[in-house]
C-alpha cells in the first residue's frame, strides 16, 4: 500500500513540535486511547492513555505508531471500534454528505439548483464536474465565493479528518488524485484556485479557507494524523523568477533569501518560457538545488531544444490551437457531462506574404563588424521600454500603429474591416510593453475609438484607475461600450 502519511516531510517536521501541541493546555496533546505496545519496550517511563505524544516517542519508533487506521493491525482497528466506536466512512459517503452539505449552504443564497455543483454523485463513487463551480451574483456584498471559502465547517469527531481534506480513502486507503478530491478544505481550495486573480489573492483566501475549515476529534493519535493530513492539503504554490532565484547564495548568488526553496520537497518544477536563457550551466546548477520528483518545461517555441534532442519523444506533448477545435469537435463525454472545450472561440489565423524585393534583401542578410548575419526580427526589441515608461524605437512602433490603420489590406485599414474586428485581444511579451502600448492606442487617431482595457499586470495605466479583474472589465466592455468596440492588450 502506498505510504499515506509521510511524517519524514521537510514540511511535517518542520512543523511537527505545532501539531503535537494542545491549544487549550499549552502541552502537547495526550494519547486518549490505548498506546501502541512497542512504546512500553523504548521509552523509560510508561506510556498511558493519559501521557502526553512527544516527538522523541515518534522518532524512537520511527513514526510507526502513528498510522493511518487501514495500516494499523486487524485486531487493532477491532479494539478502537469496540473501545472508542472508531469507524471511517468511505470516501464517496464523504462526498454524499459533503455534497448535501453545499446545497443547503447555496439554497441559503437563493442559488439556482445548477449552482454549487463540484460532483456527480454515482453508486459508490462521484465524477468531479470539470467547468468552474458556479456562483450567485451577491451585489453590493462580498462576492458568494469568498463567503464560501470563508463559511466556518466543522467535523465532529473527525477521526484522520476524511470529510475536511480526502488525501486518501479512510476506508480503503486508496491515494485519490488532487482534481478527485471532496474534502470540505478541498473544496474551498479549488473554489479559491477558480476566482482568485493574482498570487497574492490566492494565498490570502487559501489561508482563509484553512482558517476555516475545524476538526474536533478524542484521540491523540488521529488528531495528530488530521492536522497532518490538512498541512499536507495546504499544499504550497511558489512563483519564482530565474533571475531573483540566481540572486540567492543558496543558488549562486549574494543575497541571505530564498533558503527555503532548497529545504522543501516539491512535487514538480515548472520550468515556463522553457526556451528563454534558462539551458546554461548557471541555471542547471540552481535547479539542481531544488529537490522535486518532476520537472516540466513549458514553451510556445521550442526549438532549440527539440532540435537538440533534449527530450525523449515520449516526454514530449504537444497541444495547439488545431489539437484544441479537434477536441471541441469531437467530445464524447458521458450523459450530462459538459464539454470542457464547448466555450473555446473559433480562431482565424492570417500570415502577410513578403514581397519579392523584401525577401531578397533578408536573404543578402545584413552586415554586423565586418560579418554577414541573418535577418531577424525580435519581438523583445521592437517592443523594448525605457525606464520612463515609453518605447524604446518609439517611432517604429508608431510606424506599425500607422501601417495597420491605413496601408491597403491590412486589418485595421477601412471602416469596413475595422467593423469586422470588433474585439480584438492581441499578446506581448512583457507588461511594461502591454502598457506603454495601451497608452499609445489611447492616443492614437484610429485606436482611440476603441475601448482599449490592459489585461496584464495589475490592469491599471495610471493610479487613477479602479483594480478590477481584466476578464471582468472585458465582459463589462462589451455588455456596455463606452465606445464602439473593446480592444486588449495583454501578456
Known amino acids: 500500500m502506498e505510504q499515506l502519511i509521510d511524517f519524514h516531510a521537510p514540511e511535517v517536521q518542520a512543523v511537527l513540535d505545532t501539531l503535537l501541541k494542545d491549544r487549550s493546555t499549552g502541552k502537547n496533546i495526550i494519547w486518549a486511547t490505548d498506546p501502541p505496545e512497542e512504546l512500553q519496550t523504548v521509552?523509560?517511563?510508561?506510556?498511558?492513555?493519559?501521557?502526553?505524544?512527544?516527538?522523541?516517542?515518534l522518532r524512537l519508533t520511527h513514526y510507526e505508531v502513528v498510522l493511518p487506521r487501514m495500516m494499523k493491525q486487524t485486531d487493532t482497528q477491532q479494539q478502537r471500534t469496540c473501545k472508542k466506536g472508531e469507524v471511517f466512512s468511505p470516501a464517496w459517503v464523504c462526498n454524499k454528505m459533503n455534497n448535501a452539505l453545499d446545497a443547503d449552504w447555496f439554497r441559503g443564497?437563493?442559488?439556482?439548483?445548477?449552482?454549487?455543483?463540484?460532483?456527480?454523485?454515482?453508486?459508490?463513487?462521484?465524477?468531479?464536474?470539470?467547468?468552474?463551480?458556479?456562483?450567485?451574483?451577491?451585489?453590493?456584498?462580498?462576492?458568494a465565493w469568498v463567503q464560501y471559502v470563508q463559511s466556518?465547517?466543522?467535523?465532529?469527531?473527525?477521526?484522520?479528518?476524511?470529510?475536511?481534506?480526502?488525501?486518501?480513502?479512510?476506508?480503503?486507503?486508496?491515494?485519490?488524485?488532487?482534481?478527485?478530491?471532496?474534502?470540505?478544505?478541498?473544496?474551498?481550495?479549488?473554489?479559491?484556485?477558480?476566482?482568485?486573480?493574482?498570487?497574492?489573492?490566492?494565498?490570502?483566501y487559501a489561508t482563509h479557507a484553512v482558517q476555516s475549515t475545524y476538526g474536533y476529534e478524542y484521540q491523540g493519535d488521529n488528531l495528530l494524523l488530521a492536522r497532518v493530513n490538512l498541512l499536507l492539503t495546504y499544499k504550497r504554490i511558489e512563483f519564482v523568477s530565474l533571475q531573483d532565484m540566481k540572486g540567492s547564495k543558496y543558488f549562486g548568488g549574494e543575497y541571505d533569501k530564498l533558503r527555503h526553496l532548497t529545504e522543501l520537497n516539491w512535487d514538480v518544477l515548472v520550468i515556463d518560457e522553457a526556451h528563454e536563457g534558462v539551458d546554461t550551466y548557471k541555471t542547471d546548477l540552481a535547479f539542481d538545488r531544488i529537490r522535486r520528483k518532476f520537472t516540466l518545461h513549458l514553451s510556445g517555441t521550442p526549438f532549440k531544444a527539440l532540435a537538440n534532442d533534449k527530450f525523449a519523444g515520449d516526454a514530449?506533448?504537444?497541444?495547439?490551437?488545431?489539437?484544441?477545435?479537434?477536441?471541441?469537435?469531437?467530445?464524447?463525454?458521458?450523459?450530462?457531462?459538459q464539454n470542457p472545450?464547448?466555450?473555446?472561440?473559433?480562431?482565424?489565423?492570417?500570415?502577410?506574404?513578403?514581397?519579392?524585393?523584401?525577401?531578397?534583401?533578408?536573404?543578402?542578410g545584413v552586415e554586423i563588424d565586418g560579418e554577414t548575419q541573418e535577418?531577424?526580427?525580435?519581438?523583445?526589441?521592437?517592443?523594448?521600454?525605457?525606464?520612463?515608461?515609453?518605447?524604446?524605437?518609439?517611432?517604429?512602433?508608431?510606424?506599425?500603429?500607422?501601417?495597420?490603420?491605413?496601408?491597403?489590406?491590412?486589418?485595421?485599414?477601412?471602416?469596413?474591416?475595422?467593423?469586422?474586428?470588433?474585439?480584438?485581444f492581441w499578446l506581448l511579451n512583457r507588461v511594461d510593453s502591454a502598457r506603454a502600448l495601451a497608452k499609445k492606442l489611447q492616443a492614437h487617431p484610429v485606436f482611440r475609438d476603441y475601448e482599449v482595457i490592459l489585461a496584464a499586470g495589475d490592469g491599471k495605466l495610471d493610479d487613477t484607475d479602479e483594480n478590477q479583474k481584466s476578464f471582468d472589465r472585458v465582459k463589462a466592455a462589451i455588455a456596455h461600450p463606452k465606445r464602439p468596440s473593446p480592444c486588449r492588450w495583454g501578456s
Open 341 to 364: 472545450y464547448a466555450n473555446l472561440p473559433m480562431l482565424n489565423l492570417y500570415t502577410y506574404q513578403m514581397s519579392e524585393i523584401i525577401r531578397d534583401e533578408i536573404q543578402q
Open 316 to 337: 514530449i506533448f504537444n497541444w495547439t490551437y488545431a489539437d484544441e477545435q479537434a477536441a471541441k469537435r469531437n467530445w464524447q463525454g458521458e450523459p450530462g457531462q
Open 152 to 204: 466556518r465547517r466543522l467535523e465532529v469527531t473527525c477521526g484522520e479528518a476524511p470529510f475536511l481534506a480526502s488525501r486518501y480513502d479512510a476506508a480503503t486507503g486508496e491515494m485519490i488524485p488532487v482534481a478527485r478530491r471532496i474534502g470540505i478544505l478541498d473544496r474551498k481550495l479549488r473554489v479559491v484556485s477558480e476566482n482568485a486573480a493574482t498570487e497574492d489573492e490566492w494565498c490570502k
Open 109 to 143: 443564497l437563493g442559488a439556482e439548483e445548477s449552482a454549487g455543483q463540484f460532483t456527480v454523485e454515482l453508486p459508490q463513487g462521484w465524477q468531479t464536474v470539470e467547468t468552474p463551480v458556479q456562483f450567485p451574483v451577491c451585489k453590493g456584498r462580498t462576492p
Open 43 to 57: 521509552m523509560y517511563e510508561p506510556v498511558t492513555d493519559r501521557s502526553q505524544i512527544t516527538t522523541q516517542q
Open 375 to 424: 535577418f531577424a526580427f525580435d519581438l523583445n526589441e521592437f517592443f523594448k521600454v525605457k525606464p520612463s515608461g515609453s518605447f524604446e524605437h518609439e517611432a517604429e512602433v508608431d510606424r506599425f500603429l500607422d501601417a495597420m490603420t491605413t496601408q491597403n489590406k491590412f486589418p485595421f485599414s477601412t471602416p469596413e474591416l475595422r467593423a469586422e474586428l470588433k474585439h480584438t
